[in-house]
């Protein structure tokens, strides 16, 4: 499986960013390798349609707008969340692999939709994720 997450970083074990389309990077893993690429997107949606273009399975995030959910949705990618508190990219890895972080889909997106919006209404104009 290769997943996407975003991150802080380009570093080693950077932390999960809160953003995802404004994310500055993605850590990219697959067979347990990780690659840390810069995002040079413009927003949710196009961060969706690259992850997609490079064969992305699954992406891992905290925040995330409904857009770019609903074009993850719509392109079979699968969504998990890591949780709202700072996380470091080594330890959202060891709790997907032990299968402890939710999936994400029309049952529980709201509260990551409403979480995100609260946290970023007032930069509303700056952030089209």
């Given at each position: 499986m290769k997943l996407a997450i975003?991150?802080?970083?380009n570093k080693?074990?950077?932390?999960v960013s809160p953003l995802f389309g404004k994310a500055k990077w993605f850590?990219?893993?697959?067979?347990?390798?990780?690659?840390?690429?810069?995002n040079?997107?413009?927003?949710?949606?196009?961060?969706i349609e690259w992850?997609?273009?490079?064969?992305i399975d699954a992406i891992l995030i905290q925040e995330i707008g409904i857009s770019p959910y609903e074009?993850?949705?719509?392109?079979?990618?699968?969504?998990?969340?890591?949780?709202?508190?700072?996380?470091?990219l080594s330890e959202v890895l060891e709790k997907f692999e032990n299968n402890k972080l939710?999936?994400?889909?029309?049952?529980?997106?709201d509260k990551i939709?409403?979480?995100?919006?609260?946290?970023?209404?007032?930069h509303r104009y700056r952030y089209h994720d």
């Open positions: 975003p991150v802080k970083t080693k074990n950077p932390a850590a990219i893993i697959k067979a347990r390798k990780i690659n840390i690429v810069p040079n997107q413009s927003g949710g949606k196009d961060v992850l997609y273009n490079i064969k074009k993850a949705k719509e392109l079979g990618l699968m969504l998990y969340h890591t949780g709202f508190k700072h996380i470091l939710e999936i994400l889909d029309d049952t529980n997106i939709i409403k979480y995100h919006k609260k946290h970023h209404s007032s």
